[in-house]
């Protein structure tokens, strides 16, 4: 399946059908023709319904999405720079115990550590209290020395 044939039947059902989960999970070609188009040219409404129906797919005890999809999208949602966005990054690495381990925390503060920081303490959940003692953790460990790095170079799971 072609990004152009993606994006097309998104632009055309307003949803993320199977057969483009299918390719995302099934052809690195796709992933990597995702990255490149989404550093280019934004279409948050499509992340956000990739990133939905991935997360819905995960929680479906009968359906098998990978971390890696799930990074995707959540790095593809990174690229887009709306802070808010942050807890949906935050959501989907606390989807299950396996998610949780396995999503980079450096995708969470793709807008910079200190605006991500500032923008969690504005957050009254308790999902937000957690991101942002997570985040302040993590940034005390340097997991976030690379961060400019991580979001200019390919990363491993695309």
């Known amino acids: ?3 152009e044939a993606i994006i097309d039947e998104f ?3 307003d949803s993320i059908p199977t057969s483009i989960i299918d390719a995302i999970e099934n052809d690195p070609d796709v992933r990597h023709q995702l990255a490149v188009y989404f550093s280019k040219y934004k279409n948050r409404n499509f992340v956000l319904a990739l990133l939905d129906t991935l997360t819905f797919m995960r929680k479906d005890p009968g359906s098998e999405v990978s971390g890696d999809s ?4 959540c790095y593809l949602l990174g690229k887009h720079g709306q802070i808010e966005d942050c807890m949906k990054i935050w959501e989907t690495k606390t989807i299950d115990f396996d998610t ?3 999503i980079d925390i450096q995708l969470l503060p793709f807008a910079g550590v200190q605006k991500t920081i500032d923008y969690l303490k504005t957050q009254t959940t308790d999902d937000a209290k957690r991101a942002l003692e997570y985040v302040i953790a993590s940034s005390k460990a340097n997991d976030f020395k690379n961060l400019e790095q991580y979001y200019k170079e390919t990363p491993w799971f695309i």
Do not use: N, Q, V
């Open 1 to 3: 399946m072609s990004l």
């Open 11 to 13: 632009e055309r059902s």
């Open 100 to 102: 949780y381990c396995y």
């Open 70 to 73: 799930l990074m995707l999208a």
